[in-house]
């Protein structure tokens, strides 16, 4: 059996990302060496020129079902939170990914603390001033996963997703060319995320944690983000969410950051949203990660294909 991972995406237009993320040693991911294999019938499609991903039942065009992320906007703010950056040659912020060029990178088989999954990441420049990148882990059994000592029980078909910011150049930093006076103090970053087989995003009543994709799909977001290795908590009230008509918006703050900046979201419950059959067997048996991010075992990993198709 094989999990297949098929990434879409557009070759022409893209672009190296020359600088690499300077990861920081208590990351969670680790390549694994068992080779026990699992069949997770799901597939992300990377929409690579427009920052959106969308996963979906294998075989699936993703536009009547499936679970999708849409990057929106990306601001750097001030310390009151006003956007910076926004007169000069070099602008700090995108008010759209619509046409934003994503490098897509291979497919490859990790271990997050216990569980297997399949990553997929996808890097961009922000205007000259900087970097973003996705990762995207498909999980492939159930446990638990989560970093700092922040973590959540996963299932196959679940999404787990990192957002990376580095090689920042900000407002007041020499080379700069912002406004006089202005100095940059966070990054903000909107996203939308949909249930394509319908129902409507919501907060969960007294949990700012979690927030329902209708169904049984739920997006399970922390408070806490890695900043240059530490993790801190982001500014009071983030991440924001934002309800306009049927469509849910959620705001990302990462604070300032010399070298790199790392928030680690997870989609749950995407498996009975997908058509799939849900496992749960293994609640209870998982491990707790511990404060430096590592977790015991490796349960099994999975074996991986990958297609690459070009999508109109
Ligand atoms: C692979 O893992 C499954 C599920 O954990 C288990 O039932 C099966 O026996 C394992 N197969 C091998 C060859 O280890
Ligand atoms: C994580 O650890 C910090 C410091 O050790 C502690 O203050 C916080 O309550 C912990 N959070 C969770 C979710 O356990
Ligand atoms: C940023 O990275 C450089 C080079 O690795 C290191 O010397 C410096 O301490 C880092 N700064 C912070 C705030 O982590
Ligand atoms: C949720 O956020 C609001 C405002 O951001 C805050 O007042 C409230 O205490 C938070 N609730 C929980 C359960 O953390």
Redesign the pocket.
Known sequence: MALIVRVWFLLTGTRLVTASFPYCESGTTTAGGSTNTSEVPVEVNIQGQSGKFTIVPKGSSGNSVGIRVTMDALREVDASGTAVGQSGSVKHSLNTFASQSFTVGAVEQVSIGSVSAAKISFESTISSIGKLGVDTFLIADSGMVGMNNDSWDVNMGDLKWNIRLWDWTWCGDAGATCKNGEVGDAVELDITVQNMGGGSASKKDGDNKTVSLGGSAELELSTAVET??TWVEMAAGYPMITTQGSGTTITFRFPRF??SSLYDPVISGSCAELGLECSSSTTGSNTQVNAAGEATGVALVAGLALTSLAMA
């Open positions: 240059d290795c010399a070298n």
